[in-house]
């Protein structure tokens, strides 16, 4: 069996596994970067929690989950940025409707919502494009990733955030990931996942506790415009 064959076979058990309605709604619904339980997840995806647990195994024998036991219970989440790149792309293939792009996505979430752990909807596409064109990212390759500028590190430290930590972990700095609402590209990586702890830690942001919806401050819009020029 070759490489190519291999890695087929795997590519096909991953869909096969993300492809029933049920499991679908399981990691849709950690796209929100919280940990769950089986039991809270068995209601999310209005089944048992028997046919929840049966599920459950099935998406981390695939690697699209991983689980963490507290005491007595077992917490789900995404196993990482990848997946939910993955996920969010699926979106998109989904909502697709031919050749013009008219947007139905409820406003609250097109506005702004995460995309596991960075900010996505026309805030982070908004931030995507702005970041480009103040020159503090410049494309590292063909790929969709990006690299920071020594204008950018200056910036980024001036709002909080640490240029050297974000370079100097394993994960991607910055790429382009393709938004489902907008189909443009917002920010993910490293960068992506710090901008949002500082949008949420300085109260730009208000994280909905139930669902994915991020919805700008008054703080937030006034800070958002004078350091990215971006009106929410």
């Given at each position: ?110 506005c702004a919502r995460t ?6 909807g026309s805030l982070g ?108």
């Amino acid at each position: 069996m070759g490489a190519q064959d291999s890695i087929d076979r795997a590519s096909a058990k991953i869909a096969a596994a993300i492809g029933e309605p049920a499991r679908a709604r399981i990691l849709f619904c950690l796209m929100d970067d919280r940990a769950r339980t089986a039991t809270e997840l068995a209601a999310m995806a209005e089944v048992g929690t028997s046919t929840a647990s049966a599920h459950l195994e099935r998406l981390l024998k695939v690697g699209l989950l991983r689980v963490t036991a507290q005491g007595r219970h077992r917490y789900h989440t995404l196993a990482g940025p990848d997946v939910a790149r993955v996920l969010e792309g699926l979106s998109v293939v989904a909502g697709a409707k031919g050749h013009r792009f008219i947007p139905s996505t409820p406003d609250p979430l097109r506005c702004a919502r995460t995309c596991y752990d960075h900010i996505a909807g026309s805030l982070g596409v908004a931030l995507h494009e702005r970041l480009r064109a103040m020159k503090w990212l410049t494309p590292a390759d063909d790929g969709g990733n990006y690299s920071l500028t020594a204008l950018g590190a200056s910036n980024l430290r001036r709002i909080g955030v640490d240029p050297e930590a974000l370079e100097g972990g394993r994960r991607r700095l910055a790429y382009g990931c393709l938004d489902w609402s907008e189909r443009r590209m917002h920010i993910g990586g490293s960068l992506g996942a710090a901008l949002l702890r500082l949008a949420v830690r300085n109260r730009w942001l208000d994280r909905d506790l139930e669902g994915r919806c991020l919805t700008p401050t008054p703080l937030g819009r006034r800070e958002l415009s004078r350091h990215f020029g971006i009106t929410v």
